[in-house]
């Protein structure tokens, strides 16, 4: 059973740059079929997906967010990164990190999730 | 990006109830689509993948199915712990995009 955990600061100033990182366990990020995602959720709204990286490194991103995003990896750690660059308060929301089968694309395993603020 | 309306905003039911929630996608997107409910301050949870695919584990309670662009979740006999905001997702084209979200709540 994997198990995906969120870490990384909770309060972050406009145009600071937002890093979270998710540690996995019980699966291993570059091996098997399998895109490691973000998504964030601001507070009582939906769900944006912000990106992904696949087992090989490849990367895919939202047009909405590509300027200022990116999503890189540690094989060695077995985790997985998210930065955004010139946050504002627009960002804030709850990150989540996920797990997606390559080819059904959904996420079939979330981390709980990791509030974010943006304040000045 | 593909745009999902989902519909209603909200529904109020008793328990043992049946319930259905629609999304709509403005452009085909196949069987590429799946739905999540998500309990408050958790992260969202899969029920159905694929349109009407059962991800392992969830009771066969919840069916998914699709007409066209149109798709449709049922939970036959509501219970206590499906009280819940559900989401559709389209998996057809990056950026996935979700519904707005259907917030099911105790009559």
């Known amino acids: 059973q994997v198990h995906l955990q969120e870490s990384g600061p909770g309060l972050l100033k406009p145009s600071q740059t937002l890093s979270l990182t998710c540690s996995v366990s019980?699966?291993?990020?570059?091996?098997?079929?399998?895109?490691w995602s973000w998504i964030r959720q601001p507070a009582g709204e939906g769900l944006e997906w912000i990106g992904r990286?696949?087992?090989?490194?490849?990367?895919?991103?939202n047009p909405s967010l590509k300027s200022r995003v990116t999503i890189s990896r540690d094989t060695s750690k077995n985790q997985f990164s998210l930065k955004l660059s010139s946050v504002t308060a627009a960002d804030t929301a709850v990150y989540f990190c996920?797990?997606?089968?390559?080819?059904?694309?959904?996420?079939?395993?979330f981390g709980q999730g990791t509030l974010v603020a943006v304040s000045s | 990006d593909i745009q999902m309306t989902q519909s209603p905003a909200s529904l109020s039911a008793s328990v043992g109830d049946r319930i259905s929630i629609t999304c709509r996608a403005n452009?085909?997107?196949?069987?590429?689509l799946n739905w999540y409910h998500q309990k408050p301050g958790k992260a969202p949870k899969v029920l159905i993948y694929?349109?009407?695919s059962l991800q392992s584990g969830v009771p066969s309670r919840f069916s998914g199915s699709r007409s066209g662009t149109d798709f449709a979740l049922t939970i036959t006999s509501l219970q206590p712990e499906d009280f819940a905001t559900y989401y559709c997702?389209?998996?057809?084209?990056?950026?996935?995009?979700f519904g707005q979200g259907t917030k099911v709540v105790i009559k």
């Open positions: 996920a797990r997606e089968p390559e080819g059904d694309d959904y996420a079939d395993s």
């Open positions: 019980g699966g291993s990020i570059s091996s098997g079929n399998y895109y």
């Open positions: 990286i696949y087992t090989t490194g490849t990367t895919i991103y």
């Open positions: 452009q085909s997107i196949s069987t590429f």
């Open positions: 694929g349109a009407s």
């Open positions: 997702q389209q998996s057809f084209n990056t950026p996935w995009t």
